[in-house]
């Protein structure tokens, strides 16, 4: 099973997710990091990604690849993460037959309404324990 982490600017909210996903699942899953930015990737790949690639290109041709994607809810709006998400890559990931799990932070002036605001790491846990684990133990 392939999944793919996408993320930009520094990297911090993908590499939160890949270093707890490589915890719960070590390598019974191939994790790719997926970077806007060359910096972000980096710091993905720190995490113990199996590998990783920056850029738009990169994105669009890889989430076609991907079973499932995990990343900030603005990898699907044009011109977010100041600008890094160009429309190209939101239309890729949206339109990406890979199943979605989209962490509700965002700098942009969006807000999911219904959405209780909450940190960062029980998100994570929401997004392994109710979600990923049984996903993963089905296709291994």
Known sequence: MRICVI???GGG??????KK???VFA?????IALGTNAIATAQML??????????????????????IIVAPV???MAHAMMGEVTPRIAEAVASCPAKKFLIPLTQERV???GMPSAPLP???????EKHLKELVSKNV
């Not at 909210?13 to 890949?18: F, P, T």
């Not at 029980?122 to 392994?128: A, D, G, Q």
């Open 111 to 113: 807000e999911i309404v």
């Open 27 to 31: 390598e019974s899953v191939e994790i």
């Open 21 to 23: 996903l490589k915890e």
């Open 122 to 128: 029980p998100l994570i846990e929401t997004l392994i």
């Open 7 to 9: 993320d930009g600017q």
């Open 74 to 76: 603005g990898i699907v």
């Open 13 to 18: 909210i993908g590499s939160a997710v890949i």
């Open 46 to 67: 720190k995490a113990r990604a199996n590998r990783g690639a920056s850029g738009e290109n990169a994105i669009v041709h890889m989430v076609s690849q991907s079973d």
